[in-house]
């Protein structure tokens, strides 16, 4: 799908149910990977957002809404252009590793099974699939096969976490930070990997990605 949903962000869950407070502020996040779509969000839906919105039997009072990065640190937005262009043209030094952030659990599918694990192979496979689907600039196919045979883990502080959904289910996934590590030094493969870290921002990593998972990024400082 086009499209990513953060779950409710500054909720906690308490006995597999989301614990609210009135005074708190709390933030829903979403990002739209197609152009038309998002001109769609841009011109007809966020100029008409209600003043008040229902989730779940809960009423939220919407405060602000923004798409510009110095107003909140999710928030950002680029064409695929833009964010491809640095990397692919070598406008900037291409970087041998690469640490992302799973801000909320992040899991895959593989082999009919449910990985709560970033492997290299995963994750940069899945970027790759979501980018070449939604871009006018394609990438290699062969990036997955790098990822998974020339792509090590080279450090990670990750914890198990379980996001509640509804009818009483749980599902596991990963958060934290992983440091990615290309061991061969060809520019031609790190600059298309740096291109999906960045994507990774607006396109979400692993599955369940419309319904709050896999919300991820780049470290912000990129020193790999």
Known sequence: RPFTCSNLWGARPVQGEMSL????TYFLRYTLLSADLSQVWLRQVLPVLPREVDLDN???VVRAVTVDSAEHP???SSSYQELSAPFLLAQVPI?????LHFASPTAFRSQDMTVPVPLPDLVFGGLL????LWSPVTLNPQVRRFASERVAVGGY????QALPFKGGGL???AVGYCRYVALSGDQYWRAMLSVLAAYAFYAGVG???TKGMGQARWREDRDG
């Open 21 to 24: 407070s009135p005074e708190e």
């Open 58 to 60: 809960e009423v939220f």
């Open 74 to 76: 999710w928030a950002g």
């Open 95 to 99: 970087p041998r590793r690469w640490t």
């Open 129 to 132: 699939d979501r980018w070449n």
């Open 157 to 160: 502080r990750l914890r198990t």
């Open 171 to 173: 599902q596991i996934g």
């Open 207 to 209: 599955y369940q990605t």
